[in-house]
């Protein structure tokens, strides 16, 4: 399923001022190509580069007006999850992005705790970058839903639920949940339906009560253990 993207004429600015994007990788050529990316998605925007962690904090410090960080999971000099912790201390209410080579899901969750607005697997393609910054800049959360995430216990509480799962919503719901599976956000969900973000959030409410989760990651979860999960995911 095609994903639709947020109009990208409303994040090139806020409050008048120019975008300014930060990626931290110790690896030059990811680095650069990760900022040659970001780029694209956002050609009005600067873009900064940083190669480890005390120069990430050296340029947060000096610059409020940092729109979004993308933060390596494993730098050279700072591993981890500490690593991710103190930047996002540092960032503040500024939004930061995982990326990384690793889909274990104790990294993904782990990361998400600790305050980042989501995890981009380096193996993701532009569109899915696109994406993931689209969901942050709007204060979500963007999960990658790979199978091999989907089979770990990302939502260990979340149930196998009893029958068929579209067979307990209704239509338009059954629309909505094909959607969230896809990764859209509300906002995306209602321009593609044609409906008011309100009523989605309606919709999700009621999808996620009928299958006894709380969250769209759960809904994922459940999703692929009762083998509805769309093939493209």
């Known amino acids: 399923m095609e994903v639709q993207l947020q109009t990208r004429g409303k994040e ?6 120019a975008q300014k994007f930060l990626v931290v990788d110790d690896h030059p050529l990811v680095r650069h190509g990760f900022a040659l990316s970001v780029g694209e998605i956002h050609p009005d925007a600067q873009v900064l580069e940083a190669g480890s962690l005390d120069e990430a ?12 960080v993308l933060f390596d ?12 912790r103190r930047m996002v201390e540092v960032l503040g209410n500024r939004p930061l992005l995982v990326i990384s080579g690793s889909d274990e899901v104790a990294d ?24 993931a910054i689209s969901l942050a800049l709007t204060g ?6 790979p199978r ?7 939502a260990a509480e979340a149930a196998r639920p009893s029958g068929q799962i579209l067979d307990r919503l209704t239509d ?7 959607l969230l599976l896809a990764g859209h956000s509300n906002k995306e969900i209602a321009r593609e339906l044609g409906v008011l973000e309100g009523t989605v959030k309606v919709h999700v ?16 979860v459940v999703a692929a253990r009762s083998g509805c999960f769309p093939e493209e995911a």
């Open 73 to 84: 999971l494993n730098l050279g000099d700072r591993s981890g999850r500490d690593g991710v």
């Open 205 to 220: 409410r009621a999808i996620m009560q009928k299958l006894g989760v709380r969250n769209r990651t759960q809904v994922a």
């Open 148 to 154: 091999a995430v989907l089979s770990g216990n990302v």
């Open 108 to 131: 993904i969750v782990d990361s998400v705790r600790l305050g980042a607005r989501g995890y981009i697997l380096k193996t993701s393609s532009t569109a899915v970058l696109e994406h």
């Open 140 to 145: 979500e959360t963007f999960l990658p839903l």
């Open 12 to 17: 090139r600015s806020v409050a008048g001022r």
């Open 57 to 68: 904090m050296a340029i947060a410090d000096r610059t409020p007006d940092l729109t979004l």
């Open 172 to 178: 338009r719901q059954r629309d909505v949940f094909q």
